[in-house]
Nanobody, 114 residues
């Protein structure tokens, strides 16, 4: 079964930055648009950002101007650069295709707290 591997989460103060990474199998990465999703405690999983195969990004209103999604096709890796983090960004972050079509990985925890 295909599973994606997220990394890069951690504890950061409000206003800080983190960069998340997601490695995907080439068979997936070369075909699909990719997305970053998150799930906060007590809330449903939501799409944060997505990127097409040719690198065009699209963002949820809540992160627009603060987050940047990118992909390195040679490394089969998608990134989420998160700046100006807020407590509301605290969640488990997942990557998947867009729309989500493969098994969810374990995600990476991002905690924004002073």
């Amino acid at each position: 079964q295909v599973q994606l591997a997220e990394s890069g989460g951690g504890l950061v103060r409000p206003g800080g930055s983190l960069t998340l990474s997601c490695a995907a199998p080439e068979s997936i990465f070369s075909i699909y648009n990719m997305g970053w999703y998150r799930q906060a405690p007590g809330k449903q999983r939501e799409l944060v950002a997505r990127i097409t195969k040719d690198g065009r990004g699209n963002y949820a209103d809540s992160v627009k101007g603060r987050f940047t999604i990118s992909r390195h096709n040679a490394k089969n890796t998608v990134y989420l650069i998160m700046n100006s983090l807020e407590s509301e960004d605290t969640a488990v972050y997942y990557c998947n295709t867009f729309p989500a079509q493969v098994n969810w990985g374990q995600g990476t925890q991002v905690t924004v707290s002073s």
